[in-house]
């Protein structure tokens, strides 16, 4: 059974930092891709971020490029999402998936969240001004 468990989530002001974490088991998370979505209030899941099973290609949501990155160590099946010079609109429950990894060409077309087949509970990051 595959478990995706998120830490690091909290309440922090505008400008501040937070790293999420994403530890992952019952997959073989070397060969999977991993991603980051959000979801705020009264709004549609998004993408927020992914990375490509060896860490090579990533995809970022045109409102976090510059400030959110995300990196992955398989050694211990985690996946993380630095957050740095956080807004208000970063307001939301974050959400790390995994999937079995596609081919090169159809990693970043790929990024709904249709496209992961698993999923953690999600952990609440809230940003005030």
């Known amino acids: 059974q595959v478990q995706l468990v998120e830490s690091g989530g909290g309440v922090v002001q505008a400008g501040d930092s937070l790293r999420l974490s994403c530890a992952a088991a019952?997959?073989?998370?070397?060969?999977?891709?991993m991603a980051w979505f959000r979801q705020a209030p009264g709004k549609e899941r998004e993408i927020v971020a992914a990375?490509?099973?060896?860490?090579?290609?990533?995809v970022y949501a045109d409102s976090v490029k510059g400030r959110f990155t995300i990196s992955r160590t398989n050694v211990k099946s985690t996946v993380y999402l630095q957050m740095n010079s956080l807004e208000p609109e970063d307001t939301g429950v974050y959400y790390c998936?995994?999937?079995?990894?596609?081919?090169?060409?159809?990693?970043?077309?790929?990024?709904?969240?249709?496209?992961?087949?698993?999923w953690g509970q999600g952990t609440q990051v809230t940003v005030s001004s």
């Open positions: 019952g997959l073989t998370f070397s060969y999977s891709d």
């Open positions: 998936a995994g999937r079995a990894r596609v081919i090169t060409s159809q990693f970043s077309s790929q990024q709904r969240d249709s496209d992961y087949a698993y």
């Open positions: 990375i490509g099973w060896n860490g090579v290609l990533t």
